[in-house]
T-cell receptor, first 113, second 119 residues
């Protein structure tokens, strides 16, 4: 069965520190991969996506993610976190021949001054 | 270009009443997805619709829940005889094309959600 795992439920980092949010997926073939961000009371906004090609993808707001096929991972990174990055982050996969987007349970990011 | 519009943003119902949630996709989008988000859980897929067709409803509960996306007007998620366990945020997302035919972005554009509280 397809699944998306975000092992970290909650992460706290200091402003200016680097960030890495983990995402692993379980699927027979490499799916499309996405990271979304959700601010409190809001809908989800796409940060970045991987379809094919270069395994390091750049997104908005200074985020990047690296696809590692051998590890079935798509971890999200940011070199220097800002207070406004505090939000819920969701990893999602979409099978290339399917109709669904599968979301992880999310990682809640707190940024401390 | 307006984004995905959902209404109402907040809805309170008593047990046994009906809840209707509406979603107007982005202009030019003909694919609509509904997701449910429970506290401290991820988004759970419910149903995927195109205009006048239900493509995939594998995530919909078998009873009390239904969805439609008519030729004219918004998509509607309908919950009959609501129970407390239906309390959640319901998100609608639209896409210009379905995931089975991704040739461009394939990304989903989300609305701000409808938060249902069942008393």
């Amino acid at each position: 069965a397809q699944s998306v795992t975000q092992p970290d439920i909650h992460i706290t980092v200091s402003e200016g520190a680097s960030l890495e949010l983990r995402c692993n997926y379980s699927y027979g073939a490499t799916p499309y991969l996405f990271w979304y961000v959700q601010s409190p009371g809001q809908g989800l906004q796409l940060l970045l996506k991987y379809f094919s090609g270069d395994t390091l993808v750049q997104g908005i707001k200074g985020f990047e993610a690296e696809f590692k096929r051998s590890q079935s991972s798509f971890n999200l990174r940011k070199p220097s976190v800002h207070w406004c990055d505090a939000a819920e982050y969701f990893c999602a996969v979409a099978p290339r021949n399917g109709n669904q987007f599968y979301f992880g349970t999310g990682t809640s990011l707190t940024v401390i001054p | 270009n307006a984004g995905v519009m959902q209404n109402p943003r907040h809805l309170v119902r008593r047990r046994g009443q009906e809840a209707r949630l509406r979603c107007s996709p982005m202009k030019g989008h003909s694919h609509v997805y509904w997701y449910r988000q429970l506290p401290e859980e991820g988004l759970k897929f419910m149903v995927y619709l195109q205009k006048e067709n239900i493509i995939d409803e594998s995530g919909m509960p078998k009873e009390r829940f239904s969805a439609e996306f008519p030729k004219e007007g918004p998509s509607i998620l309908r919950i009959q005889q609501v129970v407390r366990g239906d309390s959640a945020a319901y998100f609608c997302a639209s896409s210009p094309r379905g995931t089975g035919d991704i040739t461009n972005t394939g990304e989903l554009f989300f609305g701000e959600g409808s938060r249902l509280t069942v008393l």
